[in-house]
């Protein structure tokens, strides 16, 4: 493993995972349930919602669905929640609406200022299964300052194909290892050390929710592990 | 064609083309010629990398090469240029160098100004036929905000290609005429147009340098004819 020196010279780029390590997609989800659909359980429908998101990705990754995008995934699992929450009833213009509450997700607190003091660095990008329309907006809306913005969409491979961490390295003429990636979520980071990138946990314990706290401990095999994008910050000198 | 309180209502994206509309890549080849390599005529210099372009992007467009992006081509181009210019003398480090030139593109003066205003109305993006790389290298170190960097790379699809224009409305899910192609080129225009986009044309008069003007004459089929990214915002209430 480098050493945190050698790290800081050698980084050019840190990609980002967006979902959980940038923005609060519960609290989001939770929020925004309380003021449109004040009768349903928002932390079991946010849960649920998220829960279908791997299976429908892996879809795509098996072949049985062609290349979709993650705003008609998560399209295709809200039909299959809303009867089970009991919203059957919402109209196609409220479906639309409500499917687009993953351009409207909440930054963590401590995101916008922590890219931003990354930024001075190095080139910050995302590096999501989110589309790239989804991600423009989420940014535009919360103020995260991307030198550019990247998904799989670009790269037609949900992350964890390799085509995704080594496309970052490829499109800016990089070594895997300039790269880091930035995540809160160990399965992310340990495929994008396959892949050669550096790798850097950032705790959201709170990703499910408050009353359901994640475990956060550090495992070795990371580069860098930050409690925040401003401790990431502090970490690498900026 | 819209009038001017439709366009406003209506468009949501502006996309812009780079080389010539956004950045100066004549001046700043010239200027860094000075520097790097006083004895060269930069004019000349520039203008012979840039009437390189065309041909080796439709030898791509033809099929004769694989899907080859603009680092690459403009490398091929400047190889050949080395010997008619007295350059064959540089070093694999220098050629590499030279050749990035085009991630070190100056802005015009109006630029980041008009591009800042227009942003707190409408998400704005590139849409270049230069790569992701260069774009962000480029708006980092020019301070140019966009809300989401788009590129051929992107589409794999070099402009005019219909695929460039329609991919910049599928990834926001807009309809074509929701999105205003910004460019200093009626051809870039024209095409964008034939999708169905709404076109704004950007005088940029001294985009062959300032002792090769170019006719910058309105053409009655874009929906708008500004002098600057200044005038343009001001043309639409920014």
């Known amino acids: 493993m480098d050493t945190l020196t050698d790290l800081k010279a050698n980084t050019r780029v840190l990609?980002?995972?967006?979902?959980?390590?940038?923005?609060?997609?519960h609290g989001s989800i939770v929020?925004?349930?309380?003021?449109l659909h004040p009768q349903v359980d928002g932390n079991a429908f946010a849960l649920a919602w998220r829960a279908g998101y791997q299976p429908a990705m892996a879809r795509v990754r098996s072949g049985e669905l062609g290349w979709t995008r993650i705003d008609e995934l998560h399209r295709m699992i809200?039909?299959?929640?809303?009867?089970?929450?009991?919203?059957?009833h919402l109209s196609e213009d409220q479906?639309?609406?409500l499917n687009r509450v993953w351009h409207r997700l909440d930054a963590w607190p401590d995101s916008v200022q922590g890219l931003t003091r990354l930024k001075q660095r190095f080139t910050i990008c995302s590096l999501s299964n989110?589309?790239?329309?989804?991600?423009?907006?989420?940014a535009k809306r919360a103020?995260?300052?991307?030198?550019?913005?990247?998904?799989?969409?670009?790269?037609r491979?949900?992350?964890?194909?390799?085509?995704?961490?080594?496309?970052?390295?490829q499109v800016f003429d990089l070594q895997p290892s300039q790269v880091m990636l930035c995540a809160a979520h160990h399965d992310d980071l340990a495929a994008a050390r396959a892949c050669g990138l550096r790798t850097a946990y950032i705790e959201r314990p709170f990703e499910f929710g408050t009353h359901n706290p994640k475990d956060v401990s550090p495992q070795?095999?990371?580069?860098?592990?930050?409690?925040?994008?401003?401790?990431?910050?502090?970490q690498l000198g900026c």
């Open 95 to 97: 479906r639309v609406h």
């Open 31 to 35: 929020r925004e349930m309380h003021q």
């Open 15 to 25: 990609a980002f995972d967006i979902f959980g390590t940038v923005v609060d997609w």
């Open 78 to 88: 809200l039909e299959t929640l809303l009867p089970e929450f009991g919203l059957t």
């Open 157 to 169: 491979a949900y992350k964890p194909d390799p085509a995704t961490y080594l496309g970052v390295a």
């Open 143 to 155: 103020g995260l300052p991307w030198d550019c913005v990247l998904s799989a969409e670009v790269f």
């Open 130 to 138: 989110g589309n790239l329309g989804l991600l423009t907006d989420m």
């Open 220 to 234: 070795a095999a990371n580069d860098l592990h930050a409690t925040s994008l401003l401790a990431l910050a502090e």
